[in-house]
């Protein structure tokens, strides 16, 4: 069966444009979760979602990075202005559960690299 | 601040050779401990959720055991398809999960 995809695999931005990551999740998931991961480090949490309802958005680094699901099921992390500290590997996780069960048991997807020049 | 501590960095182990895994926490009422593996260039894939000391649960060659202040994760007869980093995640009361750095193991056949 098709798991969490993620959209580009790799992005190469100049500092100062705009990126658009896109996460497709298992569907019915009601769940959904972005996280950043530098190199040799655990993911960060970024950003949550219940449907289309953003629960906690507190891990955002900046207002540069904006997050959205409008249908409750695909969604996109957009961040603006990139910079170099934004070089990093973005992850999307997507469970079944809400509330304390979205925690557990999230499924992955690859991964969106970003290295911003 | 809540932390999560995983140790050792990375662990090189021969074949068969069983050893564990420790995750140090602190947090402010532990909601649940999750242990994922994450192979290079792919997601973390999930292995076990732990919600009270003194739990355990088992998947093939994988352990992991919980107590208040710590997880540990044993490898039982490892095989060089255990290579992988393994990462603990803590859930605290506030709902801000937080992922330990990870442990690298390598299996030498």
């Known amino acids: 069966g098709a798991g969490v995809s993620q959209s580009p695999r790799y992005k190469v931005a100049k500092r100062g444009q705009d990126v658009a990551l896109r996460c497709d999740p298992i569907?019915?998931?009601?769940?959904l979760f972005w996280y950043q991961q530098a190199l040799g480090q655990g993911p960060e949490f970024l950003t949550y979602?219940?449907?289309?309802?953003?629960?906690?958005k507190s891990g955002l680094p900046s207002d540069r990075f904006f997050a959205e699901r409008p249908e409750g099921s695909v969604s996109t992390l957009k961040i603006q202005r990139t910079q170099q500290e934004d070089s990093a590997v973005y992850l999307c996780?997507?469970?079944?559960?809400?509330?304390?069960?979205?925690?557990?048991?999230?499924?992955f997807g690859p991964g969106t690299r970003l290295t911003v020049l | 601040e809540d932390q999560v501590t995983q140790s050792p960095e990375a662990l090189r182990l021969q074949e068969g050779e069983s050893s564990s895994l420790n995750c140090s926490y602190t947090?402010?009422?532990?909601?649940?401990l999750f242990w994922y593996r994450q192979d290079p260039g792919k997601g973390p894939e999930f292995l076990f959720t732990?919600?009270?000391a003194g739990e355990e649960k088992e998947k093939e060659r994988l352990k992991a055991t919980l107590t208040k202040k710590e997880s540990f994760l044993h490898i039982t007869a490892p095989k060089p398809e255990d290579s992988a980093t393994y990462l603990c995640?803590?859930?605290?009361?506030?709902?801000?999960?937080?992922f330990g750095a990870g442990t690298t193991v390598t299996v030498r056949a």
């Open positions: 996780a997507s469970s079944l559960g809400r509330n304390r069960g979205a925690y557990n048991e999230q499924f």
């Open positions: 569907s019915g998931h009601v769940s």
């Open positions: 979602f219940q449907n289309e309802a953003q629960l906690d």
């Open positions: 947090v402010s009422g532990l909601r649940g």
């Open positions: 732990l919600y009270s």
């Open positions: 995640a803590v859930l605290p009361w506030d709902y801000k999960l937080s």
